[in-house]
């Protein structure tokens, strides 16, 4: 999953849905520790997703039609396929507004600004200027973010056209993310990360 999933995918803690923006930022039990016990439970969770994701039948097949293509990075593609497809059809999976949840979401983001590792610090300003989790649902925004990750792999990866295959396979690609995101949800809100996380929003 992506970024717009695992922040929709977080309980309704601030410190939990910032573990799980950062997560992959995290290296190292030293670094790890030195964030509060909340945030290490956000970093957690975000494992939890992504290990749940990668052993999914349905992300499994939806990640196989890209394999030959793109090898390592298809998966990362599936994630970002994903992202689009909740962005897309947000209003069916959440009752508050998409704007509202984003908006929500960067400031918290900004306010905790100093907390946030390196490649996260680097990242952020981007996401909100090009407000990638709301622009996700635009293929032509894909196309960007597609360009953008296709500079920065040291291998010089085909990631510029994968937009191009979601286009060819647009139907397949969403229906198996309708399969796939209700499981994660039902997998996620019954989790121990889950239940243990008190409410709390700025």
Do not use: C
């Not at 030293?30 to 975000?46: A, D, K, M, N, R």
């Not at 593609?77 to 059809?89: N, P, S, T």
């Not at 979401?105 to 996260?120: A, D």
């Amino acid at each position: 999953m992506n970024f717009l999933a695992h922040l929709y995918l977080s309980p309704k803690n601030d410190e939990i849905i910032f573990g799980n923006f950062i997560a992959d930022s995290v290296k190292g039990k030293e670094v790890f520790e030195e964030y509060s016990p909340l945030i290490q439970q956000g970093i957690l969770l975000h494992r939890e997703i992504d290990q749940y994701t990668d052993n999914h039948p349905v992300f499994k097949k939806s990640k196989k039609r890209l394999q030959a293509k793109y090898r390592m990075y298809s998966g990362v593609i599936v994630d970002i396929y994903y992202d689009h497809f909740l962005a897309k059809y947000w209003d069916e999976y959440s009752e508050k507004n998409i704007h509202q949840f984003v908006s929500l979401t960067y400031q918290m983001l900004i306010k905790n600004f100093g907390l946030l590792p390196k490649r996260s610090k680097r990242i952020l300003p981007f996401m909100i200027a090009q407000n990638w989790l709301v622009n996700y649902s635009k293929l032509k925004d894909l196309r960007r973010v597609f360009r953008g990750m296709s500079r920065r792999t040291s291998n010089s990866s085909p990631m510029i056209t994968s937009v191009d295959d979601l286009e060819q396979h647009y139907e397949l690609f969403e229906n198996e993310f309708r399969q796939f995101f209700p499981d994660i949800i039902h997998y996620i809100q019954e989790s121990e990360y889950y239940k243990i996380a008190p409410t709390h929003n700025s």
